[in-house]
Each structure stands twice: as C-alpha cells, then as structure tokens.
C-alpha cells in the first residue's frame, strides 16, 4: 500500500445495504452469485464481520471476514459494483481487516481461496504477503431437471441399497485415515470454496455426528465412503462433496448414484436467478489419480482446466508487521 489516503470507507453492514448488495451480486455469474443466499447469516456473525464498502457516500462494495475455528480466519466475499473504476477497494477490505487482526496472539491462520483466472485478486493479495499454499481442481456436474432424471446409474439396486449412513467415529475416522482424502488435500478439509484446517474433532463433529457421512460396509470395516452436505446458499438442489473414496470402481459409482439420488428427491426446486442448471455436484479434488477418474466417468468436470482451486495463507508474521507499522509489507 503507497500510504496515500484511501478513497474507500469500510465499515460495518447494515440491514439497510441489503438492497445495494444484491443489486451488486445480481451483476455477478449471470446473476448466479451465492451472497443473496448468505447476506441475513453473515450480518448476525458476531464472531467475524460483514464489511461494507462506500465511495462518495455510495456502497460499492463488500468482504466478509469468518472464523472458521476460533483461531482460525477465512477472508470471502469480497466483490465491487462492477461500475466502478476506482482501484484500490480490495486493498482497503484487507488492511480493514488485518488491522482486526493485528496482534492477536491466538491466531493459527489467515487463508481464502481464489479461482486460477481471478488474477487480479492473486495479484493483489501476493503484494500483500499472501502466498500460495495449496493447488486444487474444482470439479462439478450441473444440469437441468430433464439431465438430471436422464442421469444413468450403472450399478445394480441390491449395490445401491447398501449405502447408509455412517455413525461410528472410530470406524470413520480410521478409515479416513488410511485413505489420505484429507492429507492429499493438504490436511485441508475442503466444502466448496471454503477450507477447515483437518483435525477428527473437526470430522467428527461436523459431518459424522451430523449424518453426512454415507458409506457401505464390509466384514472389515467400510468398502468405501462418501461425506457430503447440501450447499445452503441456494435453493435444494446443489451439493458439496467433501471426500470419496473406495476399494473399487463399482463402489465408487455406488456412491456416486447414492449422491445422485438425493438430488432427485428434490427435483422439483425451482430455479434461482439465471441458472438454467439450477442441480449441481461440485467436488474440490487434489491431483489423485482415481479421483479424477471417477470425476470424469460421472461428469464432473473442471471449468477452464484442472490445478484451478487455488488456497492462499499470510504468514503471520505479516500481521505482526502489521501491528508495529501499519502495513501489509
């Protein structure tokens, strides 16, 4: 940052600025942008804060600051009314921000995720000291209720009926353990564009004890599993696919029909916004092989190419910069 007055104003959000959110988001993806879905939840965050941003008077624009664990940061949602030219607001919500964080002696992380292509976002958050921590590929099915209906399931019912779900911790976990979903991640536990730091607890206490881990069960334990919850931002009808793994193909895609027919349940979610695809399986995945495959087989694709899920992590040491001089670097 050149030091210079900021022609932004960040502050709090008010219930009042939901309508100049949404007419913002409404210009985003063809009018598919999740905020509309998430502004009444991040303005009660009392852990975090939903930042507004105002140029002349104006709010232009916005950042959402999350604590995913208690020391644990997440920066999202930063978006600009597409109208304005002025630069700067990105570097305005981050220094907003770090000045929140500065100092704090607990802090284990500060990290966000970003798109390969959103290189104007990388650009800025390298000069503020981010750096890049993990690379991924975001993969997902969309389709219509028409495709949706259309979808094949190639394996047999008695196979499908044996998927249930899962509840032993110890089983679970052990399992999970000896597959590597979460260590090929980089010990990060990833739910769309957003990642936990990977613990049990973690694991156990948000998927397991919850009822999102499905699986199908061997005389030793499970022959595979599958954890995954339904992405809230939107109306039923879109899920996130935490982790999948299996002994075989067959188990594989027993799975993914499990997945398939929960989305078929709800079949009758009407459409939001522009989407003509309003059905969606979006799976974060790293450079594994199998997964990939069985990506491919069941039509999960990346958007432009694969490596596009970038994870991004400031040193800490960045913030103690902060404190003492009042800059990022």
Not at 20 to 35: F, H, N, T
Not at 140 to 159: D, F
Not at 207 to 220: A, D, L, Q, S, V
Request: glycine letters at 8%; charged letters at 30%; one cysteine or more.
């Amino acid at each position: 940052m050149s030091g210079e007055p900021a022609p932004f104003k960040v502050r709090p959000m008010t219930p009042a600025d939901k309508p100049a959110v949404l007419a913002i988001a409404a210009q985003m993806w063809e009018g598919s942008d999740y905020l509309p879905g998430v502004f009444d939840e991040w303005l009660a965050d009392r852990n975090g804060e939903f930042a507004a941003v105002d140029l002349d008077g104006a709010l232009v624009g916005c950042g959402k600051l999350t604590f995913l664990t208690p020391t644990d940061a997440w920066l999202e949602g930063l978006r600009k009314d597409p109208g304005v030219r002025r630069k700067g607001l990105g570097a305005a919500v981050a220094a907003h921000f770090f000045s929140r964080l500065a100092g704090r002696g607990d802090l284990t992380s500060l990290r966000f995720s970003t798109y390969v292509n959103n290189l104007a976002s990388i650009s800025l958050n390298e000069r503020l000291g981010f750096r890049r921590r993990t690379v991924l590929s975001s993969k997902a099915w969309e389709g219509s209720r028409a495709e949706l209906e259309a979808v094949r399931t190639r394996s047999s019912v008695g196979a499908r009926s044996r998927v249930e779900t899962l509840r032993d911790e110890t089983v679970v976990l052990d399992y999970l353990d000896r597959a590597g979903c979460f260590p090929a991640s980089g010990s990060l536990v990833v739910e769309g564009w957003r990642t936990w730091p990977f613990s049990r607890e973690l694991v156990a206490a948000r998927y397991i004890r919850t009822g999102r881990c499905r699986g199908i069960m061997g005389p030793r334990g499970p022959r595979g599993l599958a954890i995954w919850v339904p992405d809230t931002r939107f109306p039923p009808g879109r899920v996130k696919l935490v982790c999948l793994d299996a002994e075989d193909e067959e188990i594989a895609d027993c799975l993914f029909d499990d997945i398939f027919l929960s989305l078929r349940a709800v079949a009758t979610a009407p459409p939001t916004g522009a989407a003509a695809k309003p059905f969606e399986i979006q799976w974060v995945i790293p450079d594994v092989e199998r997964w990939k495959r069985w990506c491919a087989a069941r039509g999960l694709r990346s958007d432009e190419q694969e490596d596009d899920y970038f994870v991004y992590e400031l040193p800490l040491a960045e913030l103690d910069r902060w404190a003492r001089e009042g800059r990022a670097t």
